[in-house]
């Protein structure tokens, strides 16, 4: 029992002592930063934010009309959802945030949230699709360095047999299945496009969706521009769209919360040829951590904004509990 504690002790002092360094090299990045700078960056952090928060309200009155859900009330869960991503692996935040809508918007489902994330992320998508192919002919191993194709096509050249029987295995699961998990299906989607009701008015997913994720992309590449400046980067239409792409790929395929290590070495493979290493990974470095930063602070703030203390504590445990309680299992 006593070298039980005591181990359970000393993990206890290292993670934590892991954390508050982790933290302490935060704030001394920070003082790398100009304030005039760190003020214009966290402000259009904000902006970006908040634009965000619109679209998410406009899809999902579009989807659920009756519900009249409120800005504050929209960009609490998906800043409160990206303050979770930034700290926690394998998209965590996205859940957390789905169970939020889940149990704010009366009558709204899973499936119908979930397909709202699809549209939200519509525009992004293809801007990514553009990106990456604009990458891959600018500086191709950029996007090579991104991605684990390399590896996969890899190991699929070197075991060919894997591929056949994938595909056998996957139609004899659809003919088995199929059958089964048809009504549910059925059902899901009838949900699922309820959730993307506004995509039915074009001109009004323009205005409420496009329009607002534009603005927030542009906030986005202002603050890419803002530390790049902060650390004496050259500053053209062409770096500025390196580094877009760059944190763009670090997105699409991020392993660790936030992307981080991956973003500071594709930054590294983009910018390389257009200024020092050493001040590309200060930058990278720099950006990221005090993003990261702000990206909680601002998630505990607006939550808390939109629905106080007890209701984020409440809603947060009724996602958990909710989710496999209210959902049909298949038959």
């Known amino acids: 029992m006593v070298i039980g504690s005591s181990i359970a002790t000393v993990a206890l002092a290292s993670v934590l002592g892991d954390f508050w360094n982790w933290v302490a090299d935060v704030f001394r990045r920070i003082g790398d930063v100009s304030p005039y700078w760190l003020v214009v960056a966290l402000g259009l952090k904000t902006c970006e934010s908040a634009l965000l928060g619109l679209t998410w309200r406009n899809i999902l009155r579009a989807a659920y009309p009756k519900s009249n859900l409120s800005f504050k009330t929209a960009w609490g869960a998906s800043q409160g959802g990206t303050a979770i991503n930034a700290i926690a692996p394998a998209q965590a935040g996205t859940a957390a945030m789905i169970g939020i809508f889940r149990t704010s918007i009366p009558g709204a489902s899973v499936a119908g949230v979930t397909s709202a994330t699809i549209v939200q992320s519509a525009f992004f998508i293809v801007l990514s699709a553009l990106m990456v192919i604009g990458v891959a002919v600018s500086r191709p191993h950029t996007v090579s360095k991104g991605s684990p194709a390399d590896e996969s096509s890899g190991f699929f050249a070197s075991h060919p047999v894997l591929i056949p029987l994938i595909a056998v295995a996957v139609l004899a699961a659809a003919y088995f299945i199929w059958p089964r998990i048809k009504p549910w299906l059925s059902k899901e989607w009838h949900k699922a496009k309820q959730g993307a009701a506004i995509f039915k008015d074009w001109r009004r997913y323009a205005k409420d969706v496009a329009a ?99 209701q984020v504590r409440d809603l947060l445990m009724k996602s958990r509990r909710k989710k496999p309680a209210q959902e049909p299992a298949a038959p």
């Open 212 to 310: 607002p994720s534009a603005a927030s992309y542009v906030c986005r590449i202002g603050v890419n521009t803002v530390f790049m400046a902060a650390f004496d980067l050259p500053i053209t239409a062409f770096t500025i769209f390196l580094v877009a792409s760059s944190h763009m790929l670090s997105g699409i395929f991020a392993i660790t919360p936030g992307g981080v290590g991956q973003t500071q070495a594709l930054d590294i493979a983009t910018l390389s040829k257009y200024a020092p290493t050493k001040s590309v990974a200060a930058f990278s470095v720099t950006q990221d951590s005090i993003l990261t930063i702000w990206n909680v602070l601002l998630g505990i703030g607006v939550m808390l904004w939109a629905f106080g203390w007890h």
